[in-house]
């Protein structure tokens, strides 16, 4: 049975860091993708990061604003992928999803298996 599990999330003041980890059960996570989504209130899930099965390099990659700020890593041996947060505003306040994938990308359609969110508030 596949199951992602998000942790990591919580309170944090602005300027501050987060790390998320996003545990995964079930598959063999070195042949998948895996991206980070969120969503915040009355707003579409959008997609943060990604990164591309090891095979292919582990590449990743980031939506705009996070560039420079979120880096996304992958540890296979503990079945994890990691995405440290840096800078935080109140615009980064979101559930935070991992999602698993063929193909890594920032686009809903590309997962097919989603964890349930940890939530991320960013407030002094």
């Known amino acids: 049975q596949v199951q992602l599990v998000e942790s990591g999330g919580g309170l944090v003041q602005p300027g501050g860091s987060l790390r998320l980890s996003c545990g995964a059960s079930?598959?063999?996570?070195?042949?998948?993708?895996i991206g980070w989504f969120r969503q915040a209130p009355g707003k579409e899930r959008e997609g943060v990061s990604c990164i591309s099965i090891s095979s292919v390099g582990g590449s990743a990659a980031y939506a705009d604003s996070m560039k420079g700020r979120f880096t996304i890593s992958r540890d296979n041996a503990k079945n994890t992928v990691y995405l440290q947060m840096n800078s935080l505003t109140s615009e980064d306040a979101a559930v935070y999803y991992c999602?698993?994938?063929?193909?890594?990308?920032?686009?809903?359609?590309?997962?097919?298996?989603w964890g349930q969110g940890t939530q991320v508030t960013v407030s002094s």
């Open positions: 999602a698993k994938g063929v193909m890594a990308g920032l686009l809903r359609y590309e997962y097919d298996y």
């Open positions: 079930g598959f063999t996570l070195n042949y998948y993708a």
